[in-house]
């Protein structure tokens, strides 16, 4: 009995912040259905070696294009390149993201705010109103943004992460709404703990502090929440996963991680 072919196949996929974490991993699991993906991230260096390695994962296109999401004019020449070489995005994955520092805000830096809310917030806004025209209507097409639980919990010392995917689940009920009627899609995707560049970039290259967050507890891998998004992804077009929430089986709340002793 053959394997019926996935609803993926041959569809066009972008993924932001495809050089590391969830953003590889979905490039992977995408390809894997036979999707051609399109990939973008700050790291020309890493984003090349992602889409080298997806030569073996399917029969789809892969190619991938500098992207910094903090920044418009990148967000219009990688909205171009996308116009010129694919045609039509039906999936867009707002993934770039993270956080920046783990302190309160009494002692809060500028620098580190800004980044989160571009990356975020306005990150998500700009792909969104730049890829929009090039998707179809009524046609399963898909903006899947990537949250976190801390949109839904708010944490001390996390107060600007918190507030930027608080935003960006805000928007994607406001996207919800506008969009409602196209056919197209909007969903998002809020996991909790999971092993990633996430906390190194947290804490600025400090890789010691990074294990220690998650010492004792078994966390979500980046290809749990890759499956995840294939799997929303691949319902069909009268079907929207509007907002799921995926955690380590340990974690049963943002404060309240179950830690084994070593
Ligand atoms: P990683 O640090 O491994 O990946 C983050 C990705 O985002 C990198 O590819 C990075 O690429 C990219 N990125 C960051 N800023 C920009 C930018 N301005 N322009 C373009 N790309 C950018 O972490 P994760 O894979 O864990 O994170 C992916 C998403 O998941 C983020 O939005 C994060 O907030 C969210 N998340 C993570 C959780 C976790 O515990 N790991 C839990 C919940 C949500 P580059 O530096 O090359 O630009
Ligand atoms: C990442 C999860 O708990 O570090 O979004 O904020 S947490």
């Known amino acids: 009995m053959s394997t019926p072919a996935s609803r993926l196949a041959g569809k066009h996929v972008v993924i932001t912040g495809a050089s590391s974490g969830f953003g590889a991993a979905a490039a992977r699991a995408f390809a894997r259905e036979g999707a051609h993906v399109w990939l973008g991230a700050r790291r020309e260096d890493r984003l090349a070696e992602v889409c080298t390695a997806l030569a073996d994962e399917g029969p789809g296109r892969s190619a991938w294009h500098g992207l910094d999401v903090a920044s418009t004019s990148s967000v219009q020449a990688f909205a171009d390149w996308l116009r010129a070489n694919a045609g039509s995005v039906d999936v867009l994955v707002n993934n770039a993201g993270g956080a920046l520092g783990l302190e309160p805000v009494s002692e809060g830096r500028d620098q580190d705010w800004e980044a989160m809310m571009q990356s975020n917030v306005l990150g998500v806004l700009r792909m969104t109103r730049a890829l929009l025209p090039l998707m179809p209507r009524d046609a399963g097409a898909m903006l899947l943004n990537i949250g976190s639980i801390a949109a839904r919990t708010p944490y001390e010392n996390g107060a600007a992460y918190c507030a930027a995917k608080a935003g960006?689940?805000?928007l994607t009920r406001a996207l919800r709404l506008e969009l409602n009627g196209t056919g197209i899609r909007v969903a998002t995707l809020d996991p909790g703990m999971a092993e990633t560049e996430f906390s190194v970039v947290r804490f600025k290259g400090d890789a010691g502090r990074a294990a220690r967050v998650y010492e004792g507890v078994t966390p979500l891998r980046a290809e749990d929440v890759a499956e995840?998004?294939?799997?929303?992804?691949?319902?069909?077009?009268?079907?929207?996963?509007?907002?799921?929430?995926?955690?380590?089986?340990?974690?049963?709340a943002i404060h309240r991680v179950f830690r084994r002793p070593s």
């Open 228 to 252: 995840a998004m294939v799997w929303m992804a691949s319902r069909p077009a009268h079907v929207c996963i509007d907002e799921m929430v995926i955690k380590p089986t340990d974690q049963a």
């Open 168 to 170: 960006e689940l805000a």
